[in-house]
């Protein structure tokens, strides 16, 4: 494992985050049916606020080329009418787009402290070292890129490895070799939690928004010990959190609705706004039937 | 202290993420019964609650929902912060995956209350299993008559729009959340104006975490008086505290506010491998680290204040005495140089000298200066930087100090670390 340093930090931040754009790029390398996807993710956000489709059109040519080139940035200024450089601003910024050609596998090996500590520093230093590959690189197959990632939030099944983002959960130096070897086989293991594998530039248009029926199946394993440990244990001890009644709540809506308009203190950061007409100054009793407004600032 | 299940008290049933099982356990009435109620009274009742934001600084949601303006003829947007990625943070993925609809619900009533018809989930990009999973509930929910136009006849428009990230932690922070949603880098805004005033697209927004939004329909269902009747007055109904780490059982557990590590590590059956209690988190890497002697600190966003730490996002992440303290800093250091998004010079300059230093602390060549450098870093970093991201730099650093001193000198005292585990690591460099 190589150890940052101060001159080289060892990963890529916005000190070492720079771009090669060796030519201007190309927006027409991407076809009608990019053009029109393009179309569908500005769609989903307000008219006027095209821009927030960026980081959803920049996974869509990821999944095309299988990283950011010249050409995805000059079709994502082309699309949004904005600069190439803002585009540019945007793709050093986030570690997900990559910059240089990204294998099939992205195996990601979370060494923040608790990963790192459980193993995950001895998976990362092994797997390094196996493949011939440092942080960020692509085995010569085009098989594997290897990184190291922060933390997942997955930390109760650690030390985690990603595979194109699916988790693979409770891994040993050993099971992660496992792992990679039977990628370079051709084979794709299922991941402990989460749907089948998929190629990395398949995985990129999920993220980009686009889904099938297959890719949402709704009945992919995606549970496990820890994550309903808390229930199962409180059912085997018979404990739960109060228990409510419907009926009971509208009474006791009321009530605390009387109390707090009784006696509210309120500090600084509690003033009601002039132009809401929420809390005390609300005019109805709560818990009544009345119509709702929507949308209307009474 | 009894386990109270409230957000996840679906895990572990039949397929809780879709939505016939859902609705089946109570799902959607208490969006029903919000839709019959006045938007403000929602917000009132909210506020009653004294539900406090999950998300880790404990702001009491009400009060957010309230200090959006009514009648200024702008949209109002209601974003959830689903970009998870606190290390130790383990609680919202799950819940999205068990029980999105929880959320989804959750979501919707807050549109209603604070008058939005446009709500966002910004998840990060790496969840691709938590994106698929809410993507395929707002469809459910679409195709239900949940969101859409006239939603349950009560004249009520919304819908959600899903937003995914693309590997930034500080997306985290509210502001460069919007920023980032915007189609920008995420770096954070001044404020003021905070986002109730000047948020997404400049308007109005409320910006809360995923647990804070899954807790709505049962304060809706349940009441103000119900939630407080766990945990703390101040800081009150349940709280899904994250255990990992050198623990027997790690997982989520879901009890009142005020928990104390004593009794969830008994839940979790205890330390791993039978070595005593070092350091851990209450409540994430950002928030100071407490040791043995905190075992009966209440986890609550007031008592941990107290006690010197924070609540946070309830992650605790549980070391023991064959962990190397400055080791778990130096790896929280670099996490928080990768993640500084430079904007400011006490976070961006701060977190690199911190590297340096840690780095010839383990590696060898530290000196006894080192120590009172990384102090002296730290008070130039603390409440001078942008965001909370820098304040949350110094939190391990300065504890750890403060609590394990002697281990620090070992490091410079035997010219690196101590532990075997490491050495062998510093070796292979």
Same mark, same amino acid.
């Given at each position: 494992?190589?150890?940052?340093?101060?001159?080289?930090?060892?990963?890529?931040?916005?000190?070492?985050?720079?771009?090669?754009?060796?030519?201007?790029?190309?927006?027409?390398?991407?076809?009608?049916?990019?053009?029109?996807?393009?179309?569908?993710?500005?769609?989903?956000?307000?008219?006027?606020?095209?821009?927030?489709?960026?980081?959803?059109?920049?996974?869509?040519?990821?999944?095309?080329?299988?990283?950011?080139?010249?050409?995805?940035?000059?079709?994502?200024?082309?699309?949004?009418?904005?600069?190439?450089?803002?585009?540019?601003?945007?793709?050093?910024?986030?570690?997900?787009?990559?910059?240089?050609?990204?294998?099939?596998?992205?195996?990601?090996?979370?060494?923040?402290?608790?990963?790192?500590?459980?193993?995950?520093?001895?998976?990362?230093?092994? $797997?390094?070292?196996?493949?011939?590959?440092?942080?960020?690189?692509?085995?010569?197959?085009?098989?594997?890129?290897?990184?190291?990632?922060?933390? $997942?939030?997955?930390?109760?099944?650690?030390?985690?490895?990603?595979?194109?983002?699916?988790?693979?959960?409770?891994?040993?130096?050993?099971?992660?070799?496992?792992?990679?070897?039977?990628?370079?086989?051709?084979?794709?293991?299922?991941?402990?939690?989460?749907?089948?594998?998929?190629?990395?530039?398949?995985?990129?248009?999920?993220?980009?928004?686009?889904?099938?029926?297959?890719?949402?199946?709704?009945?992919?394993?995606?549970?496990?010990?820890?994550?309903?440990?808390?229930?199962?244990?409180?059912?085997?001890?018979?404990?739960?959190?109060?228990?409510?009644?419907?009926?009971?709540?509208?009474?006791?809506?009321?009530?605390?609705?009387?109390?707090?308009?009784?006696?509210?203190?309120?500090?600084?950061?509690?003033?009601?706004?002039?132009?809401?007409?929420?809390?005390?100054?609300?005019?109805?009793?709560?818990?009544?039937?009345?119509?709702?407004?929507?949308?209307?600032?009474? | 202290?009894?386990?109270?299940?409230?957000?996840?008290?679906?895990?572990?049933?039949?397929?809780?993420?879709?939505?016939?099982?859902?609705?089946?356990?109570?799902?959607?009435?208490?969006?029903?019964?919000?839709?019959?109620?006045?938007?403000?009274?929602?917000?009132?009742?909210?506020?009653?609650?004294?539900?406090?934001?999950?998300?880790?600084? =404990?702001?009491?949601?009400?009060?957010?929902?309230?200090?959006?303006?009514? !009648?200024?003829?702008?949209?109002?947007?209601?974003?959830?912060?689903?970009?998870?990625?606190?290390?130790?943070?383990?609680?919202?993925?799950?819940?999205?995956? /068990?029980?999105?609809?929880?959320?989804?619900?959750?979501?919707?009533?807050?549109?209603?209350?604070?008058?939005?018809?446009?709500?966002?989930?910004?998840?990060?990009?790496?969840?691709?299993?938590?994106?698929?999973?809410?993507?395929?509930?707002?469809?459910?929910?679409?195709?239900?008559?949940?969101?859409?136009?006239?939603?349950? =006849?009560?004249?009520?428009?919304?819908?959600?729009?899903?937003?995914?990230?693309?590997?930034?932690?500080?997306?985290?922070?509210?502001?460069?959340?919007?920023?980032?949603?915007?189609?920008?880098?995420?770096?954070?805004?001044?404020?003021?104006?905070?986002?109730?005033? /000047?948020?997404?697209?400049?308007?109005?927004?409320?910006?809360?975490?995923?647990?804070?939004?899954?807790?709505?329909?049962?304060?809706?269902?349940?009441?103000?008086?119900?939630?407080?009747?766990?945990?703390?007055?101040?800081?009150? !109904?349940?709280?899904?505290?994250?255990?990992?780490?050198?623990?027997?059982?790690?997982?989520?557990?879901?009890?009142?506010?005020?928990?104390?590590?004593?009794?969830?590590?008994?839940?979790?059956?205890?330390?791993?491998?039978?070595?005593?209690?070092?350091?851990?988190?209450?409540?994430?890497?950002?928030?100071?680290?407490?040791?043995?002697?905190?075992?009966?600190?209440?986890?609550?966003?007031?008592?941990?204040?107290?006690?010197?730490?924070?609540?946070?996002?309830?992650?605790?992440?549980?070391?023991?005495?064959?962990?190397?303290?400055?080791?778990?800093?130096?790896?929280?250091?670099?996490?928080?140089?990768?993640?500084?998004?430079?904007?400011?010079?006490?976070?961006?300059?701060?977190?690199?000298?911190?590297? !340096?230093?840690?780095?010839?602390?383990?590696?060898?060549?530290?000196?006894?200066?080192?120590?009172?450098?990384?102090?002296?870093?730290?008070?130039?970093?603390?409440?001078?930087?942008?965001?909370?991201?820098?304040?949350?730099?110094?939190?391990?650093?300065?504890?750890?100090?403060?609590?394990?001193?002697?281990?620090?000198?070992?490091?410079?005292?035997?010219?690196?670390?101590?532990?075997?585990?490491?050495?062998?690591?510093?070796?292979?460099?």
């Amino acid at each position: 494992m190589t150890l940052p340093t101060n001159s080289d930090a060892g990963r890529e931040n916005f000190r070492t985050s720079v771009i090669q754009l060796d030519r201007p790029g190309d927006p027409s390398v991407f076809g009608e049916q990019t053009r029109a996807e393009a179309a569908q993710i500005i769609a989903r956000y307000p008219a006027g606020q095209s821009r927030s489709a960026l980081l959803p059109l920049l996974h869509l040519v990821q999944s095309e080329q299988g990283y950011v080139t010249s050409d995805g940035i000059a079709f994502c200024a082309d699309i949004l009418d904005i600069t190439k450089a803002q585009v540019s601003a945007v793709v050093t910024f986030y570690t997900m787009y990559k910059r240089s050609p990204t294998g099939e596998y992205l195996v990601s090996v979370c060494t923040n402290t608790l990963c790192g500590m459980l193993g995950g520093d001895d998976i990362f230093a092994a $797997l390094g070292q196996t493949l011939g590959v440092g942080d960020n690189q692509t085995t010569e197959d085009g098989t594997i890129t290897l990184e190291h990632a922060e933390c $997942l939030a997955a930390c109760d099944y650690a030390p985690i490895v990603t595979v194109n983002y699916e988790f693979f959960d409770n891994q040993t130096v050993a099971s992660a070799h496992k792992l990679v070897n039977a990628l370079r086989g051709g084979e794709r293991p299922m991941p402990t939690r989460g749907a089948p594998l998929c190629s990395f530039k398949q995985i990129e248009r999920q993220i980009a928004g686009f889904h099938t029926a297959e890719t949402l199946a709704p009945d992919a394993n995606t549970s496990g010990v820890p994550t309903e440990i808390g229930v199962h244990l409180a059912v085997e001890r018979g404990e739960s959190a109060p228990s409510y009644a419907v009926e009971r709540t509208d009474a006791r809506t009321a009530e605390a609705s009387a109390a707090r308009a009784a006696s509210q203190p309120t500090s600084a950061h509690d003033a009601p706004l002039e132009t809401s007409a929420s809390d005390e100054q609300h005019p109805q009793d709560s818990g009544g039937a009345a119509e709702p407004e929507p949308g209307k600032g009474t | 202290m009894p386990l109270t299940p409230v957000l996840t008290k679906r895990f572990g049933t039949d397929q809780p993420w879709k939505i016939e099982n859902y609705e089946r356990l109570d799902g959607y009435t208490g969006l029903r019964k919000a839709l019959g109620m006045p938007p403000d009274d929602l917000i009132a009742l909210v506020k009653d609650s004294n539900l406090r934001g999950r998300g880790g600084a =404990g702001f009491p949601a009400g009060m957010k929902w309230q200090f959006i303006p009514q !009648g200024d003829g702008k949209p109002h947007y209601v974003v959830v912060n689903a970009d998870e990625g606190e290390p130790g943070t383990c609680r919202d993925l799950p819940l999205m995956m /068990n029980d999105p609809h929880s959320m989804i619900e959750g979501i919707i009533i807050a549109c209603y209350a604070v008058r939005a018809e446009w709500a966002f989930v910004y998840i990060r990009g790496e969840a691709v299993h938590a994106i698929r999973r809410v993507t395929a509930a707002v469809e459910e929910a679409r195709a239900k008559g949940y969101l859409g136009s006239d939603i349950l =006849g009560s004249g009520f428009n919304c819908d959600i729009t899903i937003h995914n990230g693309a590997g930034a932690y500080i997306c985290g922070e509210e502001t460069a959340l919007l920023d980032s949603l915007e189609g920008k880098r995420g770096q954070p805004r001044l404020k003021p104006p905070f986002p109730a005033t /000047n948020g997404l697209y400049d308007a109005p927004t409320v910006v809360n975490n995923v647990g804070t939004l899954a807790s709505v329909p049962y304060i809706v269902l349940g009441g103000a008086d119900w939630f407080k009747e766990m945990g703390p007055a101040g800081s009150p !109904g349940p709280c899904v505290y994250s255990l990992s780490g050198r623990v027997q059982n790690p997982g989520q557990y879901e009890a009142p506010m005020g928990s104390t590590l004593r009794e969830l590590l008994e839940l979790a059956g205890g330390m791993s491998r039978g070595k005593d209690l070092k350091f851990w988190t209450p409540g994430g890497s950002s928030t100071p680290m407490f040791s043995a002697k905190h075992l009966d600190v209440a986890l609550d966003f007031d008592s941990a204040v107290a006690a010197g730490s924070m609540n946070g996002t309830s992650a605790l992440m549980i070391f023991d005495q064959d962990d190397c303290v400055v080791r778990a800093v130096k790896k929280w250091c670099d996490f928080y140089l990768h993640e500084s998004c430079g904007k400011c010079t006490p976070c961006r300059e701060g977190t690199y000298w911190y590297v !340096g230093i840690y780095q010839r602390l383990e590696a060898g060549g530290g000196t006894i200066e080192d120590i009172a450098t990384l102090l002296d870093l730290s008070d130039n970093i603390l409440g001078r930087s942008f965001c909370a991201l820098g304040d949350g730099a110094v939190s391990p650093v300065t504890s750890s100090i403060q609590l394990f001193r002697e281990e620090y000198l070992a490091h410079v005292e035997g010219d690196g670390c101590p532990f075997p585990g490491a050495r062998a690591l510093v070796g292979a460099h």
